[in-house]
């Protein structure tokens, strides 16, 4: 299975941009459903955005628009570009990855293949 690493978390101000990126290693990201997922103090997780093996994305109605989620090849690489942020987006980011058909944003959370998070904070 694909090891995750996150990176990329930090404190930003209302309305800023932040590009979070799971270095992926282990095995090719290509059979695999991958996504995003956070999780606020005292709140339950919550999958942000997801992206299948054929590198179709879905996004969580509360990121649409905001986020987008896609893989660099190049640096293998899964990224979440983050803009508009507000104070609503803080949490520990998650990077997962699993073997599903329906690969949505609402299954990330499940996967227990993950890293180890990165804080954002938006103030």
């Known amino acids: 299975q694909v090891q995750l690493v996150e990176s990329g978390g930090d404190s930003v101000q209302v309305g800023g941009s932040l590009r979070l990126s799971c270095a992926i290693s282990g095995d090719t990201y290509s059979e695999y459903c991958m996504g995003w997922f956070r999780q606020a103090p005292g709140k339950e997780r919550e999958g942000v955005a997801s992206?299948?093996?054929?590198?179709?994305?879905t996004y969580a109605s509360s990121v649409m628009g905001r986020f987008t989620i896609f893989k660099d090849t190049s640096k293998n690489t899964l990224d979440l570009q983050m803009d508009s942020l507000n104070p609503e987006d803080t949490a520990v980011y998650y990077c997962?990855?699993?073997?599903?058909?329906?690969?949505?944003?609402?299954?990330?959370?499940?996967?227990?293949?993950r890293g180890q998070g990165t804080q954002v904070t938006v103030s």
């Open positions: 992206i299948s093996k054929d590198d179709v994305p």
């Open positions: 997962a990855a699993g073997v599903l058909t329906m690969c949505t944003a609402f299954a990330i959370p499940s996967f227990a293949n």
